[in-house]
């Protein structure tokens, strides 16, 4: 099974949101706050051999591992997409290299939707609207990866889904 990873963090780099999409199952699963324990993780990567991330070797596994002692590249194959971008001459962060293959998205994490921003949010001010702006945009960065991964390999003009289909969707807070 293949799983897409995707993490928010917040200003002290600690772990808001993981984000994973289980391709096989269709299932999308957000962990946040103190939903975010290494039994949670595990058990939704249960089955998983490969994760995918963009930049998430040098990001979002070490930062999981700092965080809740858990090493992702123990027990599964590990593939940063952003490798296989820079490959094909895509450089930059996800967004830039989203925008160059045409893949869409509503927020770009900057300004007031800067994750970190909105984490704080939540967490001083309980703006619940706020949460579901960090949510929206960790479901996007997740959802878009198997997007990037599609394009990389059937090129940008490729016929294909331009959304990931969610058949269901967990969020555990």
């Not at 040098?58 to 858990?70: A, E, K, S, T, W």
């Not at 952003?82 to 994490?109: P, Q, S, W």
């Not at 949510?135 to 990931?164: C, P, Q, S």
Request: with cysteine; charged share 30%; proline share 2%.
């Amino acid at each position: 099974m293949r799983a897409y990873l995707d993490i928010e963090t917040s200003f002290s780099n600690m772990v808001t949101v993981i984000g994973l999409y289980i391709a096989d199952s269709g299932r999308l699963i957000q962990l946040v706050g103190e939903a975010i324990t290494p039994e949670n993780l595990m058990d939704h990567l249960n089955g998983v051999r490969r994760i995918y991330t963009y930049n998430g070797n040098r990001f979002d596994i070490p930062v999981i591992h700092r965080n809740l002692g858990v090493n992702l590249r123990k027990n599964h194959e590990s593939r940063d997409l952003m490798y296989d971008c820079h490959r094909n001459n895509l450089k930059g962060g996800l967004k830039a290299v989203e925008k160059t293959l045409g893949i869409a998205r509503n927020i770009f994490g900057r300004g007031e939707d800067d994750p970190r921003i909105l984490w704080r949010k939540y967490r001083v001010h309980r703006d619940f609207d706020a949460l579901e702006r960090l949510l929206e945009y960790n479901r996007e960065d997740t959802l878009n990866l198997l997007l990037l991964e599609e394009r990389l390999k059937y090129g940008i003009r490729a016929v294909g889904a331009e959304k990931v289909p969610v058949k269901s969707y967990i969020r555990l807070v």
